[in-house]
């Protein structure tokens, strides 16, 4: 292998000649001429979108981009003035192009292009239609639904060389619009300031959201040949980063100009309009690796968090992605913290629909909260919609506020609150489809507002299928099986869950720990409990339950004598506590899907001396 050898994540766009082989047979070398044209004319597209032409191979060429949008735009950009140029000439050999476009790995060698990503875009293009375009699903979720373009799917396409199935989309400009512009060579101007030490440069305008840019992961290891492995690591950061709808996050190829370049961090991030930089290493030695990541305020480089990660380097890609995800994970939740504590030092004057946002969030964090917090909450999030009625996470954390009062003690009328969730989880969605939270809302209203098992399902597949790297959506996922009765799902969600955040809420646990319970992993159970900060009683008799299972009777019996004080203390509401009281409260517990999924549990209660 060439010692200039990368290996990267990229958007990889492949296009070809429809019918080359009989436009050649009329005139081969007006063909032959016409084919280089306009693909010349496309490469100089590419370029003024961000994008490096890579191969032109006779018929066919093969472009990177840094960013989905980009590869779309150019794409479609290319397709209409090609169309007119077509138009203009007066024989029949018109080189009509078909374009696919994919997210995948590639490896870059000597200036070639290979790798699943490529043939992925190839298998795309050719289910492409003369002049269309056909993008990757996961293509089309990263395009911001700002732009201008729409996506007609094509379903799940079985593809030669892939062992499942694709989702395909063809990509279109929206009726009565226009393709934006290109935007500036971030990359070309970043490196050219860098070169001219004597000019002024003006400070990029941050934008409203959190902006963070990811630079590229310094290689520790003194072997070039470990290079594609730090790259990647950025490049998984980016990418996932980039599915939190929340965050702005700067684009490859502008982070990417700093690699290797003397530049102070606050510098950079004046540069790149970034109020938070992640910076970082990979150092290999023999058989391990550790990474480390450390997160900066832009502005005044200080230091915001921090975290070392140790790994055995036995499939490198395996740790590529744990690790990645790992970050990816806790940063975002860090930036939405520290952007918090920012906008409760804002005056009340100076407040954006994002600053209201971000106050209800300080109110309330999570789905645990006081009545008052919870309406304190509710009350920002209803100022930041009236300042911006458009804004789908300002409906997203409305929902939520309705849901936790749907499940709590206090409402004065439950069916009023869960409406209430339901309709501000569907307006979320119907304003930003792409937001992996407002699909994850909608199934929790789906499923504990309106009993629908298979629409929550959906919705989850669909908040998952967006953002693989937010574990609220596999806590979620962790309760919705288990009470589905799938617990085999569920311990596996709530084990993806820990991988992204190894300081899960109790909430998260909760639901893996009782899978564990039905699929009779008593100890693992015990385990997963013990991890709790505050086991509400229902997990103190489960534990009852998974010693007497497991015929540690002694401890079964301690553990149900605890229960039995903690259930007579805290739940006054359910009267003598007779056989009757300890059924109504265990099935009061699980919205079960099978009803008979329960008599496991009770089984283990029987046995600890409880329920009866």
Same mark, same amino acid.
């Given at each position: ?99 696919? *476009? ?46 201008? /373009? ?118 950079? $991030? ?57 970050? *990816? ?51 920002? /999030? ?23 009062? /749907? ?11 869960? $409406? ?32 629908? /098992? ?43 869950? *820990? ?114």
């Amino acid at each position: 292998m060439s010692e200039n050898c990368s290996r990267k994540l990229a958007v990889i766009l492949h296009a070809d000649v429809v019918g080359s082989t009989g436009l050649v047979q009329k005139n081969e070398a007006v063909a032959h001429h016409r084919f280089q044209d306009a693909f010349q004319r496309f490469s100089e597209t590419i370029e003024s979108y961000g994008g490096t032409a890579r191969e032109i191979r006779g018929d066919a060429l093969v472009a990177e981009f840094a960013r989905a949008s980009d590869a779309v735009t150019a794409a479609l950009a290319f397709q209409s003035t090609n169309e007119a140029h077509n138009d203009s000439l007066d024989d029949d050999i018109r080189p009509r192009i078909r374009i696919g *476009i994919s997210l995948g790995e590639v490896v870059i060698a000597d200036g070639t292009i290979t790798g699943a990503g490529v043939v992925l875009a190839q298998r795309l293009e050719q289910l492409a239609e003369s002049g269309s375009v056909v993008v990757q699903g996961t293509v089309s979720e990263t395009v911001p639904i700002r732009l201008p /373009f729409e996506f007609e799917s094509l379903g799940e396409q079985v593809l030669k060389g892939f062992d499942h199935p694709v989702r395909a989309f063809v990509a279109r400009l929206s009726p009565g619009e226009r393709l934006p512009a290109p935007e500036s060579n971030a990359t070309s101007m970043i490196q050219q300031d860098l070169q001219d030490d004597d000019t002024e440069h003006p400070t990029v305008e941050l934008p409203d959201k959190p902006s963070i840019a990811v630079l590229p992961f310094t290689n520790m290891s003194g072997d070039s040949e470990q290079e594609y492995f730090s790259d990647g690591i950025t490049e998984d950061i980016i990418t996932g980063l980039s599915r939190f709808r929340e965050l702005f996050v700067i684009a490859r190829g502008s982070s990417f100009a700093f690699k290797d370049q003397s530049v102070g961090i606050t510098e950079m $991030a004046d540069k790149l309009g970034a109020k938070y930089v992640l910076e970082g290493s990979v150092r290999k030695a023999g058989n391990r690796v550790r990474i480390t990541a450390q997160l900066i305020e832009g502005t005044t480089g200080n230091h915001l968090w921090a975290e070392n990660y140790d790994r055995v380097l036995e499939d490198v890609f395996a740790v590529q992605d744990d690790v990645s995800q790992t970050i *990816i994970a806790t940063l975002a939740g860090r930036v939405e913290e520290e952007s918090r504590e920012r906008a409760l030092r804002k005056s009340a004057k100076n407040l954006s629909a994002y600053d209201y946002y971000l106050r209800g969030k300080h109110y309330w964090p999570d789905w645990m909260g006081s009545k008052n917090n919870i309406l304190q909450a509710r009350e920002m /999030f209803e100022q930041a919609t009236e300042l911006d009625p458009d804004y789908a996470a300002a409906y997203i954390g409305l929902a939520e506020s309705y849901i936790a009062e /749907f499940w709590s003690s206090w409402t004065t009328n439950r069916d009023v609150a869960g $409406a209430r969730a339901f309709e501000h989880a569907c307006k979320a969605v119907a304003l930003d489809d792409r937001d992996s939270h407002a699909h994850l809302i909608l199934a929790v209203a789906y499923f504990h507002v309106k009993s629908n /098992f298979e629409l929550a399902e959906v919705q989850i597949q669909r908040a998952l299928e967006l953002n693989p790297n937010d574990y609220w959506n596999y806590c979620f996922k962790t309760s919705f099986s288990l009470c589905a009765g799938d617990f085999e799902e569920s311990i596996f969600c709530g084990s993806e869950a *820990i991988r992204r955040n190894p300081f899960l809420p109790d909430g998260c646990l909760h639901g893996m720990g009782f899978s564990e319970y039905f699929a009779q992993r008593y100890d693992n159970a015990i385990k997963t409990f013990g991890r709790l900060s505050a086991p509400g009683v229902e997990v103190q008799g489960c534990i009852a339950a998974c010693y007497a299972q497991l015929g540690r009777d002694e401890e079964a019996r301690a553990a149900a004598a605890e229960f039995r004080d903690r259930a007579k203390a805290e739940l006054t509401s359910h009267g003598n506590w007779d056989a009757e009281d300890w059924r109504d409260y265990w099935s009061s517990l699980f919205n079960f899907k099978d009803p008979g999924s329960l008599k496991h549990l009770l089984d283990g209660l029987r046995k600890a001396g409880l329920s009866e």
